[in-house]
C-alpha cells in the first residue's frame, strides 16, 4: 500500500493593509509634534508692577513692530507684590534674550514730548522689546515703566550729573545746548546716604565732542526774570523746556575747549547760568569787609566790580556777625565775606599763587584802595561792593577777623551824600539869615511900587483902549487909504490925468529948451535985456615970431 503523503496546514501571519492608514497618522502626528516641538521657541518672564492692558493669548510682544512672542499667562507673584507675565518667544528671537535686552508696554501716552501711542487705541497695548547685545542669556526680565532713551549700545556718550536736591529734572526730560536738543535724561535717582541728587545723560552722536572736560551743566528752566543790581533780563527757554525744563551746558566764556570727556565721567548739575560760570572760578582769595554803613539789599552772589569791571562776588552778607571784632570798642561793623577771583582777568590762568596776590592787593591797600557799597539798582535798592582808589584816607592796618584778611572799606554812596546833606545843613546853621531877610523885605517893597505902576499903565491903556475914539480909528485909516487908492488910481497910464500931466512935463520940457539961449546970453552979458547985445570980434590969429 503505497505510502499517503498528508499536507500539511500552516497559517502565515501577514499586516493586514487596513493598519498602514493608522501607522501613518501615528508617524506624521510624531512628526508635527516633533516639528512643533522644535520650533516652539523659549518661554521667559516678565515682571511688572501693573499689567493694565495685559491679556493672556492676546497681547503681543514686537520688536520693529514684527511679532516675536505672545503672552501666554499673567499671574500675580506670591507676594502679590507684582504681577508675573509668562510669554512664549518665537525660536529666531531666542538670540535676542540677554542681560541688555529691555521691555517695556506701548500704550497711549502723553509726555513732555508729546504724544505717542495712538495707533494702540485700536489694536490694544502690545510689548516692545529692545534687543541688547549683551552676552549673559537671560529668561527673566523686569518691564520698564517708561521707554529707554536711546539703546545701550547707541552711538553716543553718557555722563553723570551729581545735583542738590530741589531740582525738577526727570526721566525724559531734554538735553540742549544753546537751544537745541542733542540728548535725554536716561535715569534720575536719588541717594539718600549722601542726599543728593544723580542723573543718567545720553548725549547723541555727533553732538558728544560738545561735551569735553571744563562743559559746566545746568538746569534749563522756562522763563528766567530777574532784577537785581545788574539790571533787568529775561531769558526765555524752548517750549518743550517751558512745560518741563531740563538741562543745558555749555563752555564759560573764560574758560578753555579742554579735551572731550570719556564715557561715564561726573559733572556737577548747577543752578543756573550764572551759577554754572561762577563755578568756574576755583581759585581765589577770601576777604572780610567791615561795613559801617548799612547792608541792606546786599545779597549773596552780587557782584564785586573795579571801576565797572567785575573781579569778585560776594559769598555771605552778613558773616559771623557775633564773632569779636579787631577793634569792637570803636565800632559795631557788619561783617561781609566776599572773594577776589583773578581768574577773571586772565582766561589762561589754572593756578593762581595766592601769597602772590595777597601781597599785591597790600600794596593797593596802601596806595589807597578801599571797599564800599553803592547802588546798583535804585529800583530794587540792589547793592554791589566797589572798589576804587581814594585820597587821603587813613593808613590801614592789616588784620584778620576769623582767620581771614580784611578789606579796607569806607563809606558808601549814600553816607557819602547824607554827610554831604549833613554839612550843608550845618552851613545854613551858620548863615546869617536877619540882613538877609531885612534886604529881601526892601526888595519886595521895591517890587510892590514897581508892581503898583504897572498896574496904573494897564488901567490907562484899558481906558485908552474903551474910548469910543479909539474904536473908530481903524475905520478913519481905513477911510484915508481908500482916497490914497483912489487918487492914485487917477494917474494911471491909461487915465486922463496921467495924459495931461504927460503933455504939461512935454510942453515945459520945450520951453526949457527955448530959455537956454537966454539963460546963456545973460550968463555972457547980464545987461543984455537992457543994452544990445555985444557983437563978439574976430579972433585974430598971431604972427609967428
Keep these: 500500500m503505497p505510502d499517503t503523503q498528508r499536507a500539511t496546514r500552516r497559517t502565515q501571519r501577514s499586516l493586514s493593509p487596513i493598519w498602514i492608514v493608522p501607522l501613518v497618522a501615528v ?82 501716552r502723553i509726555g513732555r514730548e508729546g504724544v505717542s501711542g495712538l495707533g494702540t487705541v485700536l489694536s490694544g497695548a502690545y510689548i516692545q522689546l ?47 545746548y544753546q537751544g537745541y536738543t542733542v540728548g535725554r535724561v536716561e535715569d534720575s535717582r536719588f541717594d539718600p546716604e549722601k542726599r543728593e541728587m544723580r542723573h543718567l545723560l545720553y548725549i547723541q552722536a555727533p553732538y558728544d565732542v560738545l561735551v569735553t572736560s571744563t562743559t559746566r551743566f545746568w538746569t534749563a528752566s522756562g522763563v528766567d526774570i530777574r532784577l537785581d543790581s545788574q539790571g533787568f533780563r529775561v531769558n526765555v527757554g524752548s517750549l518743550e523746556s517751558l512745560v518741563g525744563g531740563g538741562v543745558t551746558f555749555g563752555v564759560p566764556e573764560n574758560a578753555a575747549m579742554g579735551h572731550p570727556a570719556k564715557a561715564g565721567s561726573t559733572f556737577l548739575l548747577f543752578a543756573d547760568e550764572d551759577s554754572a560760570n561762577e563755578g568756574s572760578y576755583d581759585d581765589y582769595l577770601e576777604f572780610v569787609l567791615l561795613v559801617d554803613d548799612t547792608i541792606r539789599g546786599l545779597a549773596p552772589g552780587a557782584p564785586v566790580e573795579y571801576r565797572g569791571v567785575r573781579v569778585g562776588t560776594v559769598i555771605s552778607a552778613p558773616w559771623n556777625f557775633s564773632a569779636p571784632q579787631p577793634d569792637s570798642l570803636s565800632r559795631f561793623a557788619i561783617p561781609v565775606l566776599i572773594r577776589i577771583e583773578p581768574q577773571r582777568f586772565d582766561d589762561s590762568l589754572e593756578e593762581i599763587d595766592t601769597q602772590e596776590w595777597y601781597q599785591r592787593l597790600d600794596r593797593m591797600f596802601n596806595n589807597g584802595l578801599r571797599a564800599s557799597l553803592k547802588a546798583g539798582n535804585l529800583l530794587t535798592g540792589a547793592l554791589f561792593v566797589d572798589l576804587n582808589f581814594h585820597q587821603d584816607v587813613v593808613p590801614f592796618q592789616r588784620m584778620n577777623f576769623v582767620e581771614r584778611p580784611v578789606f579796607p572799606t569806607t563809606s558808601g554812596s549814600f553816607a557819602q551824600i547824607e554827610q554831604k546833606v549833613s554839612n550843608l545843613l550845618d552851613k545854613f546853621n551858620n548863615l546869617e539869615v536877619e540882613p538877609i531877610l531885612s534886604t529881601l523885605n526892601e526888595t519886595l517893597a521895591t517890587t510892590r511900587q514897581s508892581m503898583e505902576k504897572v498896574n496904573s499903565i494897564a488901567a490907562s491903556v484899558d481906558a485908552l483902549l474903551a474910548d469910543p475914539a479909539t474904536g473908530r480909528m481903524p475905520e478913519n485909516v481905513n477911510g484915508t487909504l481908500r482916497q490914497l487908492r483912489d487918487t492914485l488910481q487917477g494917474f494911471a497910464p491909461d487915465s486922463q490925468g496921467y495924459n495931461e500931466l504927460t503933455q504939461t512935463l512935454a510942453r515945459l520940457e520945450q520951453l526949457m529948451r527955448d530959455l537956454q539961449p537966454v539963460i546963456r546970453t545973460l550968463n555972457d552979458q547980464p545987461n543984455a535985456l537992457i543994452f544990445d547985445k555985444k557983437l563978439s570980434e574976430d579972433p585974430q590969429p598971431r604972427a609967428p615970431h
Excluded: C
Design 27 to 108: 508617524l506624521i502626528g510624531a512628526w508635527m509634534i516633533y516639528d512643533n516641538l522644535s520650533r516652539l521657541g523659549p518661554s521667559i518672564t516678565l515682571i511688572m508692577d501693573n499689567a493694565e492692558g495685559i491679556e493672556a493669548g492676546k497681547t503681543l510682544i514686537k520688536t520693529r513692530n514684527v511679532e516675536v512672542g505672545r503672552v501666554e499667562m499673567v499671574n500675580l507673584s506670591d507676594d502679590l507684590g507684582h504681577a508675573l507675565i509668562t510669554a512664549r518667544m518665537s525660536p529666531e528671537a531666542e538670540r535676542m534674550l540677554n542681560d541688555e535686552t529691555r521691555f517695556w508696554v506701548v500704550k497711549p
Design 130 to 176: 529692545l534687543p541688547g547685545s549683551g552676552e549673559t542669556r537671560q529668561d527673566e526680565f523686569t518691564v520698564l515703566e517708561q521707554p529707554p532713551v536711546a539703546p545701550p549700545d547707541a552711538p553716543g556718550l553718557r555722563v553723570n550729573l551729581v545735583s542738590q536736591v530741589g531740582n525738577a529734572i526727570t526721566t525724559g526730560d531734554p538735553v540742549t
